[in-house]
């Protein structure tokens, strides 16, 4: 099977289902937009910091790859199985950010990216993810998107941001506070 078809030439592509959209549609970008975050929770993933995280921060690309078969999907035409979300794929995360958050310093200030490479990849990932929800928002305004799709993804860019904080902690990285210019 050859990786190229030539089909998508001319700017449109093909959905679950069949239905030929234009590569610039909303629905694209979105599933493009979380096929961008789950290459950045890869390189997470392969932090040596994360060593004890690997096999949970595959658990969430896995998740990832669940949501972009949803979101390729044309809920009107596909008579494919599609994989879902569960409600246990919300509370694992949140499980995992109030067991981070039992060791970390409490929080009194905001934090800018940064302290190691390792922690600003974590707050890249936090980034395309809120992106990638602020879009799946403007495509549940017209079209169909599961339940749990934009529920995950505000969770998941809250665990970003306390992977980024437990990682400053693993690396021994100071965690920069913001300081608000007032003059």
């Keep these: 099977m050859k990786i190229y078809t030539k089909t998508g030439d001319k700017g449109l592509t093909s959905l679950i289902g069949g239905t030929r959209v234009p590569k610039s549609s909303l629905r694209i970008d979105c599933y493009g937009t979380v096929d961008e975050l789950n290459s950045y929770i890869g390189l997470l993933r392969d932090q040596d910091v994360n060593a004890p995280r690997r096999d949970l921060l595959k658990e969430i690309q896995d998740r990832l790859f669940t949501m972009g078969s949803s979101l390729a999907s044309d809920p009107e035409k596909s008579k494919m199985k599609i994989p879902d979300l569960h409600a246990e794929d919300v509370t694992l995360l949140e499980r995992e950010m109030d067991r981070m958050n039992e060791v970390l310093p409490e929080l009194r200030v905001f934090i800018l990216p940064g302290g190691h490479p390792s922690v600003s990849f974590a707050h890249v990932a936090r980034c395309v993810c809120r992106r990638a929800e602020r879009l799946v928002i403007a495509l549940q305004e017209d079209a169909f998107v599961a339940e749990l799709v934009p529920v995950y ?29 007032l003059s």
Excluded at 162 to 172: F, T
């Design 153 to 181: 993804l505000n969770r998941l860019s809250d665990y970003l941001f306390v992977l980024s904080r437990q990682m400053a902690h693993d690396l021994g990285a100071e965690e920069v506070s913001w300081k608000p210019r």
